[in-house]
Structure formats: structure tokens, C-alpha cells
């Protein structure tokens, strides 16, 4: 065989074991797939041609907490067969496996760890984004952990540690100053090195002698080695790190604070927020590194910036599965009964565990709270009753216990259904007028802008209400702008005309708020109105701004009597969607955007991320140009 052939047949080898990791991964991380697949392609260089890496090869991963981003390092790193050449640095200086003076720099730990000066290794320093190097305000953090991590970063080659070599010069001259000077007694001081000084030296200085030898040696030698070393060439004096494979992992908040919504994470529809933090790109990332770090220190991590999104339904639902399967095996080994899990089990978990922002850690624990000793207490009641090896116990779930069923019997055990018990909305009048206030909302607004709300729902954990949640746009127009202050309105104007001005209540308030935010930034700000110049208040002299604001108050509340109507009319008009809508929230508590079609008898087909018809219109303008010249 000759040698191209045998480096083909090499490579095909790694490059098929590459894609039987991919597929492991697969089945043990739940809805990060095209993460792995990111992941993959972007160590294929490095793991199946390592020969021709001459810098670090760098991966970052960027995305919210518990979604998997140390998990699926450290399991690649073992499946790629590199665990005993693996380093995990927690930037954050809670590194472990490492002593405290070792701990104090990243080559330190690459000296006490596996990985070999000049060969491959990986190394991962997780809790990235709390390493900031500036603060808020643009200023300069001190930060005395892990300095080398930015020589690292650029090209692998670590220079020695010289200002720790000058301190062991220093300390030599001062035992010597002080043995001149010891009585008669003491005149056999000595300078001795400390272990970890010793084990700086070897490793700086490149030695091959054991530590207890070098520990061992006199001032003279020591000195003696200094010197040979200043005196030697560059390349003797740098670390060679250059072939690593460099994970940096982090949880960069800034770039989730826009996609916040009105209520709070127990609430939010896991598959709306995966769909919002799926549209984040590496512009994203890099604008949140800029609040954390200076402009070289950003260019350094490169831009290989793999972004976790949240997870979806069923990647939760996967995990619930799981986790339901594990519970019931373990119980049934440990008392020999076999625990059929209904599907309300699960719902009932996901119900209260889940919470999209935070992540996978929510729900371990509650899975543990809810079948940990869920299952134990259904185990320890039907083996009081005589229940046998074997024989077969269900568990079902009604949102504020599990009950557990035996030969016709029955017991109810509680359990921490918490979030269900706060959804419960028992009171009919409330739930009439949340269901009116927020059907009212969706229907404006679907009938405007020609889609569904990603969210509507009235059965809300986190405070006295319900809520409408909409796509977000990229551009809004002056129209855009007016249908979402109709929007704004649709909920007070649906309350006055099913129960009349009377009862319409207090609910409102926060919509008229925003819509009168809009109104005034529309003609204040952007030169919607009569006026074309900004106004604002400004007690700066700087500012250059028109401060005299009284004269739009008129048109603004102009503005809102005139979309308050238009929104009572659109809803007259389509009175029977309106209690369709609302029918739906009575019963279900929510309408999904997959629902909202169906329940109104809507056509509503507009893509998400549709703007108004600007490349028409330009067309048409180019149209009327031409024939304007003909004439």
C-alpha cells in the first residue's frame, strides 16, 4: 500500500468516526442536533488532518444557561478519545483539578494536566462571559487569573512566566543578604525552593530533571540556570500550545435582553422563545462581547461562534420522557413493582418544570421533587396493601397531586404542582373578562397585520392576567405603526362593547400606556404628524431638540379616539370570530398559532418576517416614471 493511499484511507477512518460521535451525541442531547452538526464540521480540520494545524483552533459556544454547551464538550472530548488530554478551566477561578498556584494561569493547568507541549489536546474554559476585562461604563477590570489565556487565544505559544523568575532572583538575593547577616547560630541559612516555585521553574525553563532534584539545588545553580536560559534563543523560550483544540463557553445574557416578553419564563411557550433565539447571529454575539471585553480581546476568539437557541417542546418533552423512564426503572428495581406512567404525568411536569429561559436544571429538579418521592410514596401505599413483586401500579396526574392506582383503588399524593395551582383562574366573571379583553387583542391583530399571535393566553403563573404576545418586525411603517396602537386599544374597545362603558375595567391601563407611547413617538419623534422635527424634553442646552411638546398633545389624543373606533369596528364587524376566540380561551386557556386559523375562520398565510410591499412600490414608482416620460 502506498503512502497516499494509506493517508486516504486514514483520513475516511477519522472522517467516518467523526460522524458515528455526531450520532451519539444525537441520542443523548436532546434538540441541540444542528449545534452537533455545527460542532462537528467545525473540529473536522483539526481532528482529521491535525498535521496541518499551526494555531489554536478555536470554537465558541454562546446561549443561555443549562442548555448543554459543557455537556457536549466534555462527552466529545471522551468520545474523540482525548479525556486524558482534556483541560477545563472555569474562568469564573473556580478551576479544580489543579494546585492554587497552578490554578493561577491557564498554562499552569496545561503543565499539570495530559496535554503535551507541541501535541493536540482541548481545552475548554467554560464561564467565559464572567471573565470581563471591562465594566459597564467602558472602563478596565482588574483581573489577575488567567492572563495567558489572550497569548493562548492568538497563536498557542505562551511566553515563560519572567516576572515569577525575577521574584525567585529576588528571593535568592534576599536569603543571601540575610545570611550575611545571621548570628553565629543561624549561619547556616540556606535558600530552599518551595514545590511550586520548583515545578514554575521546570516547567518555564523547560527542564528534564525530577523536581525533588531541582528543589534540591543550591542558589548558585539556580542562577546558573536563569542565566543559560536569558541567553538562549526565542523559540527554546515559548510553550507550544498550537495544536490545540480550544473551547470557549458562555452564557451572554445581553444578547437575550431584547427578546423578553411581557410575562414571566414559567409562561413563556418554549417553542416562541426557541424561535426567537434560534434568529440570533454571530453579529449578536459580538456586539455582547463588546460590553465584556476590549475590541483585541473579541477579534481573538475569531468567529467561529456557535449559538445554543433555546430548547423547543419537544426537546423538553424528550428529556421528561426520559426522565420519567429512569424514575420508574429505578423504583421498580428497588421494590420490585412496575409503575405505568399516564401521559397527564408528563404534562403535569412540563406544566410546572419548564422554563424556557433557564434552561435544563429547572426541570432535573423538579423531576426529582415530583417522582423522587412520588414514586416512592405510590410504591410504599400499594405494598401496604399487598401489592406484589411484579404487579403493576398506575399514576396519573390532575394538576394538583399524582394519584396512584391499584386494583381499583385509588390514593392521592402530593405534589409540588405549584405553577398549575397558580393558573387556575376558578372564577367565571374573570375569566369572562379575560377572555373578552385578550380575544380582542388577537383578533385586531390578526385581521391587521394578516398572522396569528405567536401566544395568546389567560391561564398566567406569574401575575393576575393574560396576554397577547406578537412577532417582532424589522422595519415599522407609519401604517404599521397606527395598526399597532388599533391593536393596543382592541382589548379595551372588545371589553366596551360586550359588557358595555360601564363595565369595562381597569385592564386597559397598561395598554393605553403603550399605545399613547407610540402615538407620541410617532409624532414626536420619527415625523409622522403635521410637524416633521423631533420634540422632546431636554434640560440639556446640548440637546438639539424642538422642547415644545404641548402642541401634539391634541393630535395625539386625536390619533388614539381615531384607532380606539377603527378597533371597535374591526371587531364588530367580525363578531363571531371575537367569541370564537373566546370560547377557545374559556376552555383551553390559550390559543396556539396552529389553533387561531381554525377558530376564526381567518385566511392568515403572511410570512413571519414579511415587511409592507417596498420592492412593489418601487417598481410601481420605476413604472410610473417611464410612462410619465412616454407622455
Known sequence: MNDSQELREQLAQRNQHLQEIAAQLKTELFGIDTIIDRVIDSVRAWYVLPELVSRPVIVCLWGLTGTGKTQLVRRLAQLLGFYDRFVEVQMDGFSNGASWRGAQSVSGMLAQSGVREGEPGILALDEFQRFRTINDKRGEVRVERYQDVWALLSDGRLPPA???????????????????????????????????????????????????????????????????FRESGQLQWETDYSRLLVFVCGNLDEMYEDLATSVDDCDSDADT??????????IDVKQALNRRFKPEQVARLGNEHVIYPSL??????????????????????????????????????????????????????????????????????????????????????????LIAHWRGQSHAIAAPFEISRLRQRSNADFRALLAVHEAGHGLVHALLFGRAPQEIKIHVAS???GYNAYTSRKVWSRRNLLDSICTSLAGRAAERLVFG?????????????????????????????????????????????????????????????AEHARATRLIETHRDALLALVDELMEQGQVTPARFAAVVGLPLERPEDALDPYAQRLAEFRKEGRERLRA
Open 162 to 228: 519572567l516576572s515569577l523568575l525575577g521574584n525567585i532572583e529576588s528571593s535568592i538575593a534576599e536569603a543571601a543578604y540575610d545570611a550575611e547577616r545571621a548570628e553565629a547560630s543561624d549561619a547556616k541559612l540556606h535558600f530552599k525552593l518551595r514545590s511550586w516555585e520548583a515545578q514554575e521553574l521546570q516547567r518555564n525553563l523547560k527542564l528534564d530533571e525530577p523536581l525533588m532534584e531541582i528543589m534540591a539545588w543550591t542558589p548558585e545553580e539556580i542562577q546558573q540556570r536563569l542565566r543559560a
Open 273 to 282: 422563545f426557541n424561535a426567537l433565539t434560534s434568529k440570533l447571529s454571530v
Open 312 to 401: 423547543s417542546r419537544r426537546a423538553y418533552e424528550q428529556l421528561i420522557e426520559q426522565g420519567c423512564a429512569r424514575y420508574a426503572r429505578e423504583t421498580e428495581a428497588r421494590c420490585g413493582l412496575h409503575f405505568e406512567l399516564d401521559p397527564s404525568v408528563r404534562e403535569q411536569i412540563y406544566a410546572n418544570a419548564v422554563f424556557p429561559a433557564q434552561g435544563t436544571r429547572p426541570l432535573f429538579s423538579s423531576l426529582h421533587a415530583i417522582l423522587g418521592a412520588g414514586l416512592a410514596k405510590a410504591a410504599l401505599w400499594a405494598l401496604e396493601r399487598g401489592a406484589a413483586a411484579g404487579e403493576s401500579v398506575g399514576l396519573t396526574a390532575d394538576g394538583r397531586s
Open 463 to 465: 401575575f393576575e392576567g
Open 501 to 561: 362603558p360601564e363595565m369595562s375595567s381597569s385592564g386597559a391601563e397598561s395598554d393605553l400606556r403603550k399605545a399613547t407611547e407610540t402615538a407620541a413617538r410617532m409624532l414626536r419623534h420619527l415625523g409622522h404628524g403635521q410637524r416633521i422635527g423631533r420634540s422632546d424634553v431636554s434640560n440639556n442646552s446640548d440637546d438639539n431638540l424642538c422642547t415644545d411638546v404641548e402642541a401634539s398633545n391634541g393630535p395625539i389624543e386625536a390619533l388614539l379616539q
